[in-house]
């Protein structure tokens, strides 16, 4: 059912939301568009422009890797102050009611942390960019201890005092889907008895798989996302309105 209107949706949402005892949330990039992170993957975002590093070029190339972490400094530049918005704070107003037991996100922004939702309670399919490990020994290393090496060797990326690559801790292409991450997605999904889609397109795999999942075990399904996806058929409500719009009511106060 598509919401005819926002007020109508938001309505109908509430009272879903209220009957529903595990609300479990999916996020995608739409979430954190207006914290000021652009869409990556959307036409015209930055992926459109500048092919992404694969991450079989990261391993075998030293320039390569010097490229990569240029452009997150970069990134950095942009986007490093970005706060949480409406749907990130009202997400974890349900969590702290108890109502959200966990949220399943495709970005690595770390905006659902940064909204108060624990740390462990943030399942990361594409990994985290606030912060980087070593690929062989698991260590982690802060943005700042990466950058300071980088400037002072004159743009040359830093590696683990075991030889390893330093990376920020995101799932790149090519690079393998977190398993654990995948297992903890996917028991929560089953946990659900309400599953709300916000701000996904649902087409990168394994995202289309979630609300199916959520489906076939008997939940109610949300989609809320700018434009149609192809679940939205199934869905028991399509918002496709702002997504700060949507969830400004769900803000405690
Ligand atoms: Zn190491």
């Given at each position: 059912?598509?919401?005819?209107?926002?007020?109508?949706?938001?309505?109908?949402?509430?009272?879903?939301?209220?009957?529903?005892?595990?609300?479990?949330?999916?996020?995608?990039?739409?979430?954190?568009?207006?914290?000021?992170?652009?869409?990556?993957?959307?036409?015209?975002?930055?992926?459109?422009?500048?092919?992404?590093?694969?991450?079989?070029?990261?391993?075998?190339?030293?320039?390569?890797?010097?490229?990569?972490?240029?452009?997150?400094?970069?990134?950095?530049?942009?986007?490093?102050?970005?706060?949480?918005?409406?749907?990130?704070?009202?997400?974890?107003?349900?969590?702290?009611?108890?109502?959200?037991?966990?949220v399943?996100?495709q970005?690595?922004?770390?905006?659902?942390?940064?909204?108060?939702?624990?740390?462990d309670?943030?399942?990361?399919?594409?990994?985290?960019?606030?912060?980087?490990?070593?690929?062989?020994?698991?260590?982690?290393y802060?943005?700042?201890?990466?950058?300071?090496?980088?400037v002072?060797?004159?743009?040359?990326?830093?590696?683990?005092?075991?030889?390893?690559?330093?990376?920020?801790?995101?799932?790149?292409?090519?690079?393998?889907?977190?398993?654990?991450?995948?297992?903890r997605?996917?028991?929560?999904?089953?946990?659900?008895?309400?599953?709300?889609?916000?701000?996904?397109?649902?087409?990168?795999?394994?995202?289309?798989?979630f609300?199916?999942?959520?489906?076939?075990?008997?939940?109610?399904?949300?989609?809320?996302?700018?434009?149609?996806t192809?679940?939205?058929?199934?869905?028991?409500?399509?918002?496709?309105?702002?997504?700060?719009?949507?969830?400004?009511?769900?803000?405690a106060?």
């Amino acid at each position: 059912m598509i919401a005819h209107d926002l007020e109508t949706g938001i309505a109908r949402l509430q009272d879903l939301v209220a009957q529903a005892k595990v609300v479990v949330p999916f996020t995608g990039a739409g979430i954190s568009t207006e914290c000021g992170i652009p869409d990556f993957r959307s036409p015209g975002g930055i992926w459109t422009k500048m092919r992404p590093i694969e991450f079989s070029d990261f391993l075998a190339s030293r320039d390569m890797r010097d490229e990569s972490w240029r452009r997150r400094f970069a990134m950095e530049e942009q986007f490093g102050g970005a706060k949480p918005g409406r749907g990130h704070l009202a997400l974890a107003a349900l969590y702290r009611a108890g109502k959200v037991p966990g949220v399943i996100t495709q970005n690595i922004d770390n905006l659902h942390q940064a909204s108060g939702i624990a740390a462990d309670r943030v399942v990361e399919l594409h990994g985290n960019t606030t912060y980087a490990t070593c690929l062989d020994c698991a260590k982690r290393y802060e943005l700042s201890w990466v950058k300071e090496r980088y400037v002072a060797s004159g743009g040359r990326s830093p590696d683990c005092g075991c030889g390893g690559f330093i990376k920020t801790a995101t799932v790149s292409f090519g690079q393998a889907m977190p398993e654990d991450a995948m297992r903890r997605a996917q028991e929560l999904t089953e946990s659900s008895d309400l599953f709300i889609s916000i701000g996904s397109s649902l087409v990168v795999w394994p995202a289309a798989g979630f609300p199916l999942a959520a489906k076939r075990n008997g939940a109610r399904l949300v989609i809320v996302n700018r434009d149609p996806t192809e679940f939205d058929d199934i869905a028991d409500l399509v918002l496709r309105h702002d997504i700060g719009a949507v969830f400004a009511p769900f803000i405690a106060h």
